[in-house]
DNA sequence: GTTTGACAGTTCAAAAATAGAACTGTAAAC
DNA sequence: GTTTACAGTTCTATTTTTGAACTGTCAAAC
C-alpha cells in the first residue's frame, strides 16, 4: 500500500488518471480539464510513464507530439478510480447529485461497483476480513523490545 | 471524484486509515507505525474527525485522552483500501511476496477483492463501462465551442 | 517527594513541493 | 509577417512538509 500511495498519492495523479479514463490523451487535454499548473502536469505525466502506468506514444513528426495512453498497468487501477467515485458519491454528492453515471455495457445498466470476495463471490465486509501477514511482511507489527533491557535512558525535556 | 481526492489524496491520509483499518487508534500508534511527524499527524488526524471519517472518542480522564475510531463513513472507504492494496500487490510486489494477506471469515479463505456491477454481479472491466453526465455533472465534458459557429477550420498538420 | 516515563500533542526553523505566470520552440493558418 | 495551437521549460513566490525540540498531565518508580 504504501509503495502504491508513493505513486498515486497526491493531490494531483488521480485527477489526471480519471482523465485518462475519460479518453484524454494529450497535454493541453488534461492541462485545460483540470487547471494544474503546466509545471507540475508535465512532472507527473513523466513520473507516470517511468511507472509503466502510462506510455508516451508520438501522434506526429515535425513538432513532435505524443500522446499519453494507458498500459495495462494504468488499466488495472480502474478499480481504484471506481472505489474512490462512489464512495464521493455516497457521502460527497451536494443538492445537484452525481456529477457522472456509469453504463455497464454488459448488462446495460447504470451500475455501482461492488466489492467481492474472489473466493465466495459475496460482497466483502470491513469486518469479515481477518489479515496475516504475508511472506513480504514488513514488520513485526507490535514490537516493542529486540535490545537489551534498557541500557541509557536520554535525558528528555531541558530539565537535567 | 475531485472531492474525495481532496480528502484522502495525499501522501499520509491513506496510510493512517490503513492503520485504522489494523485497529491501531491512538496518537502514538499511528506516529510509531507510520512514522509520519507529529505535527502532520496531529493535522491529518483533526482534519479527519472535521470530515467525519474518524471519531475521537475520550478513553480516559485526568490526561485527558482519545481514541480515533472510523465512523460509517470512513468504514465505507475500505473498498478503496482493498483496491489499492489489491493493485501493489499486483503490480508492486518485491521478490519476498505480499506483504499481508486477507482472509474472508465468511468462506475461510484467502482472497482478492473484485470489482462486480451492482446489476448484474459480473467483474466490470474499464472498457466495459460507458460514462455519461449525472444531474450533477460539473463540465460540458468536450466543449470547444459555445460561441459563433466554428468560424476556424482547425490546423492539421501532416499526419505520422 | 523528586525523577522517570507514557502519552498527546504544539511550536519553530529549514527544506521541499506546488502555484502562477511568463517564456521557448515548431509549424501551419491567416 | 503575424497569429494560433501545442507541448513543454524556467522563474519566483507561497504553501506544505519535515525534523527536532518543547509543553503539559498524570502514574509509577526510586
Not at 52 to 71: A, D
Amino acid at each position: 500500500m504504501a509503495r502504491t500511495i508513493a505513486v498515486i498519492g497526491d493531490r494531483w495523479t488521480l485527477l489526471i488518471l480519471r482523465e485518462c479514463f475519460l479518453r484524454t490523451r494529450r497535454f493541453e487535454g488534461f492541462q485545460s480539464a483540470l487547471g494544474i499548473t503546466r509545471h507540475l502536469l508535465a512532472e507527473r505525466l513523466k513520473k507516470l510513464v517511468r511507472q509503466g502506468i502510462l506510455r508516451r506514444v508520438p501522434y506526429q513528426e515535425s513538432p513532435k507530439r505524443h500522446e499519453y495512453i494507458l498500459t495495462q498497468k494504468g488499466l488495472d487501477l480502474y478499480p481504484i478510480m471506481m472505489a474512490i467515485v462512489h464512495w464521493g458519491d455516497t457521502h460527497m454528492v451536494d443538492e445537484r447529485g452525481r456529477p457522472l453515471l456509469h453504463q455497464h455495457r454488459n448488462c446495460g445498466k447504470n451500475f455501482d461497483p461492488v466489492m467481492v470476495c474472489s473466493e465466495c463471490g459475496e460482497p466483502v465486509l470491513a469486518k469479515e476480513v481477518h489479515t496475516h501477514p504475508g511472506p513480504g511482511a514488513r514488520r513485526p507489527l507490535a514490537q516493542k523490545e529486540t535490545e537489551a533491557p534498557a541500557p541509557k535512558p536520554k535525558a528528555r525535556r531541558k530539565a537535567a
